[in-house]
């Protein structure tokens, strides 16, 4: 193959892959119908899982950021307009921040947006922070394993106390089922970033996202 043959293929190659990126900071790619539908960087069966659980956190926060507001425009429309509030706004709205809640510490690990000291983190060479990396990842992924566990056992207490909402007229235990679950989700992100980790070159604060800050952070 001639250099100049050569040369067109690398550009080629760096070109498609450029396209297969984007900055988190670039806030009109979410806009981009290319970008609606997540493609795990995975192999085979943790692909799918990622895959499967990403669908789960944007139908979980879809479903209750459009309800809430559904319910809040509701709630005003009948007090101003027919003098008579929703009874279930307040109720309704409470549950509904417990989805968005625990359905969105699972989307931020999957950004990697959640907070990080990383003082001492960034002053290490490459090899030094992937490890570094993926004991944070596994050590992370344990403790939200492990609150998913106690959150099972505070569920199971809550249905054995029979317990309903004044308002709605439904079993407590059902409104904080999002919450063991979340957990669970959070905890395979994590799990999943150290497997990303243990099998790549580069160095990733999520399955998509690589380490970096601003510009050079970057969303697969």
Request: charged residues 15%; hydrophobic residues 50%; aromatic residues 8%.
């Amino acid at each position: 193959m001639s250099s100049d043959q050569s040369l067109r293929t690398r550009s080629q190659a760096k070109s498609q892959n450029q396209s297969q990126t984007r900055s988190q900071t670039d806030t009109t790619a979410a806009d981009d119908p290319d970008e609606v539908v997540y493609v795990s960087t995975l192999p085979g069966a943790l692909g799918k899982i990622d895959a499967a659980i990403a669908r789960v956190e944007s139908v979980l926060l879809a479903t209750g950021v459009l309800l809430m507001a559904l319910n809040t425009v509701a709630n005003v429309v009948g007090r101003y307009l027919f003098q008579s509030s929703l009874f279930f706004t307040e109720e309704l709205n409470r549950v509904l921040i417990v989805v968005i809640t625990f359905a969105g510490i699972s989307y931020a690990a999957r950004q990697g947006r959640h907070i990080r000291m990383s003082a001492i983190y960034d002053a290490l060479p490459v090899r030094a922070r992937k490890i570094l990396m993926i004991v944070i990842a596994l050590t992370t992924a344990v403790l939200m394993f492990g609150l998913c566990w106690f959150a099972v056992a505070y569920l199971l207490t809550q249905a054995g106390r029979g317990r309903v909402l004044p308002a709605l007229q439904i079993p407590v235990w059902t409104t904080l089922v999002i919450v063991p679950v979340g957990l669970f989700m959070t905890g395979m992100q994590y799990l999943l970033t150290a497997v990303k980790n243990a099998i790549s070159r580069d160095v990733y604060l999520s399955t998509a996202v690589l380490e970096g800050y601003d510009d050079d952070e970057t969303e697969i």
